[in-house]
């Protein structure tokens, strides 16, 4: 049986993504999140799944964030991108850190159904003018690379710390001690190579999309 995860925050377009996948995957199983949080554990819920259709804007994940953590955490799971942003820019960033395709949410059923066809035989979907877009910069890819190095606790912490969460509110959020997350905080400077909290969202803010969403944290 084919397994299909779809992790988007407006209803509506999972309904859509339903609808598409049934008529093309009859008996497909399909598995649903609607944030950052219930993503994770959705995915480690189902490690055999086949394909992973990810929104590129999930509440409690920051623009590409998501994406490299996964790919990181889950080698195995191909990821699709789809998303109403539709610049080239934007969906070369997304194969650069390792989406096997990208589809633009005002894509018809018949385009949606091809790019599922091609990911699932092991094809990558690029759109038109995607692939000659420029890749991501030097730092970027560098950046991209310290975070797969954090475990999942810790880049859930960099995550909340990216909202402008202080350690004692992550640490409620979490259910651990402040100390607790200080330790994990000491280990993401190390790891990212940053010193201190600001530091840290910067470079991990240059995963985002838009660098104007980026909030800064107050030091502790």
């Known amino acids: 049986m084919t397994t299909l995860l779809i992790a988007d925050d407006h209803p509506l377009f999972r309904e859509a993504l339903r609808g598409v996948v049934s008529r093309l995957i009859p008996g497909a199983s399909l598995h649903e999140a609607d944030n950052a949080d219930a993503l994770y554990a959705m995915v480690d819920a189902q490690p055999d799944a086949d394909l ?19 790919r990181a955490q889950h080698p195995q799971l191909p990821v699709v991108m789809v998303s ?54 030097d730092d970027e890819h560098d950046v991209a690379a310290r975070i797969r190095e954090l475990t999942p606790q810790q880049f859930r912490v960099l995550q909340m710390l990216g909202s402008g969460m202080l350690n004692k509110q992550i640490g409620y959020e979490l259910g651990v001690s402040e100390a607790t997350i200080k330790a994990h905080m000491s280990a993401i400077l190390r790891k990212l190579g940053a010193s201190n909290r600001t530091q840290a969202v910067l470079m991990a803010g240059k995963l985002a999309v838009d660098p104007e969403s980026i909030v800064l944290p107050d030091e502790e």
């Open 52 to 70: 992973l259709l990810l929104d590129l804007n999930m509440p409690g994940a920051q623009g590409f964030s998501a994406l490299v953590h996964l």
């Open 84 to 137: 109403a942003r539709e610049e080239p820019a934007v969906m070369r960033r997304a194969l650069d850190h390792g989406a096997m395709g990208f589809i633009p949410k005002s894509s018809d059923s018949e385009t949606l159904g091809a790019a599922l066809r091609h990911v699932l035989d092991g094809e990558r979907w690029v759109p038109e003018g995607a692939a000659s877009n420029p890749s991501v910069s």
